[in-house]
């Protein structure tokens, strides 16, 4: 008894010496004249307590030592496939702590982070030897931090499994937390009800500035590619931000300027924002609480946090085309899951889930382009897996063909609005080619160099490249060419050099690791209005000033905001990366743990969001809007029941139908 107790406090200070090391020893060194300084949350701690990294350091190692003692003698209780999903998840959290986001930083004269010390002096293997190292000091943590919250899951199972009373609470969200429109629309103003603070504080307005451009043309101001700058002579307008969107602008700013005053409809647009997500929320939510068994308390928790944690009601704060879509696709989000659990189930597929998913997913792709390719992808994968194939591939490929072929054929021309720039879905490759003139040009041949010039002028690519975004390029080096064939060389040469030219590739979209790492925060405050101002941006809201914060948004939005990015829990319930990364994580190696293969369709929404954030030409929070709205769906992906008979709950969603 003794040897073994003596064997887990080796064990734990083993641990807890690794993380205290990895967190509380000051990366921030005086270090002069290195480029850049780059932030993780490791740094970021280690900036805080630089002048107590003892006692931090200190206090990392009991907990740490604790936490293993803990968790030592819980080990026999988990299979050994599941301690290996569950260190594999834990060592993906930990990469993701330590490895610090790509950022535009100004260069430090006296502090750098250790990372690029290190680099700089030892060499980057050295670099690379040492951040491993953390990452497994800090995996080895996580690991035992999950096995003690598994075993304790586990204990409360056993300690109610015999129960035979229900609380009040399961017993009131039973019968109110369900699938049925008045009880979703009551549940998401009540949601609403709750976020009027955030409103006030963000308020009156955020327009976004992609937002100004769309107003500016739709005031008939001026009609140009905002991209490359090229006047449309001829057109109403352009649908490089899409067009359903500027006229859902045009609509609330008109309403506003026929009573007088153009803030007044620009607002009502952003409470019908929040109205709506509050509410497409509250339909996740009810599904939930409907299809999932799953304890009162726990659904009780998931609207108290909708409600009062202000990761969901900022994002929705600002008037721009991922805010107007996001409660649209959250919509058909649950529909895709209502799908794939009457697939899992063998239950009927009613035509009005059908029509119903067809014009969602068609309404999602007019709104942001880049959807359709989340739902036509996702709805084939279903097709593949799971039956219904013919009902499937119609919600597939229907919203697909009207969004990529109807519209640009028919709708664009009669209305005279011009198609989006061609370079638009290039922004990674152009981005990627220009890297590779600035690291190999020496080694492309005549033929290469001749492509690539074609689409892209490659002494400003060398000028305007940045690792941090891929706008540069796209904007001031593409050549402007619409040859197809140009471009489909271009295309075929750019798959070939991946092979070439590996390392050129990864180094040159850097941003994309933003996305995988602690850093941005989906708490967000923007000026009221700002941008384009010689363009137009003038004319809009012209009696705000620009540039500039409202009256709350200065003294109750900003200071706000900065204490939610700053101090946990609500730091860490608005970090990106807990929707992004965590939460996926740890639900695919539950669903995986519990051997429930079938389930994992239920993630396609979540991977193809995932592959398009692969191919974004810069890393903002906005465009993992999905993984944020679904989160609470991603959680539950594993207790989604597939069984074989489905028979009485087939009937149970037929008469829900009805």
Known sequence: MVKQR???????????????????????????NYPTRQYSIGTFLLDVVSHNSIVVGFVLFAVTLYIVFAAIPKYKTLQRRNRILIFLAAFVISASIVIPPAQNVEPSQT??????????????????????????????????????????????????????????????????????????????????????????????????????????????????????????????????????????????????????????GLEILTWLQYLLGATSLALVISWIGSRIKISGRYLFSIILFTAFVPTFSTALSIIVKDSTWIPVFTVWLVCFFELAYRLLNKQRISWKLVVGIVVLSTLAGLMRKTSIYVTTPSLLILTIFLKERWKTLVMGIVPALIVLVLVPATVLPALHIAPGGIQEPLAVPMQQMAKVVIDHENDLNSHEKEVISRVIDMETAKKEFNPVYADPINSFAYTRTKNSQYLREFVILWIKLFFRYPASYFHA????????????????????????????????????????????QEHLGSPLNRALKNVPPFSIAGSEVLYTIWIPIIS?????????????????????????????????????????????????????PATQKGVEESARVHAADK
């Open 6 to 32: 003596f064997l887990k406090v080796i064990l734990g200070a083993f641990i807890g010496i690794g993380v205290a090391l990895s967190f509380a020893i000051p990366l921030a060194t005086e270090v002069k």
């Open 111 to 264: 502090d750098v982070s250790l990372f690029y010390s290190i680099s700089t002096l030892y060499g980057k293997k050295v670099l690379l030897a040492i951040v491993v190292v953390e990452m497994l000091f800090i995996a080895m943590a996580l690991y035992n931090l999950a096995v003690i919250a598994i075993a304790k899951i586990n204990e409360h199972k056993t300690s109610t499994a015999d129960s035979e009373t229900h609380s009040k609470l399961d017993y009131y969200f039973s019968k109110y937390v369900v699938l049925k429109p008045l009880n979703v629309v009551l549940l998401g103003v009540a949601i609403f009800l709750c976020w009027i603070p955030i409103m006030i504080a963000n308020g009156p307005v955020i327009v976004d500035i992609d937002t100004i451009v769309q107003l500016i043309q739709y005031k008939k101001i001026l009609v140009w590619d905002p991209k490359v700058g090229t006047i449309l002579t001829g057109y109403r307008l352009s649908d490089h931000h899409p067009f359903v969107d500027t006229y859902i602008y045009g609509f609330f700013d008109d309403l506003g300027m026929k009573v007088g005053n153009e803030l007044l």
């Open 509 to 552: 979209i850097s941003y994309v690791r933003n996305y995988i790492v602690v850093g941005d925060s989906y708490y967000a405050l923007k000026y009221e209005h700002c941008g384009w101002s010689e363009a137009g941006g003038k004319y809009i809201l012209p009696n705000s000033k620009e540039c500039a914060f409202s009256w709350q």
């Open 588 to 640: 695919l190696g539950f669903v995986l743990s519990k051997k429930k293969y079938k389930n994992l369709v239920l993630f396609a929404p979540f991977v193809m969001t995932w592959a398009n954030l692969l191919l974004t030409a810069a890393a903002q929070a906005r465009y993992s809007y999905v993984m944020l709205f679904g989160a609470f769906l991603a959680v539950i992906a594993g207790l989604v």
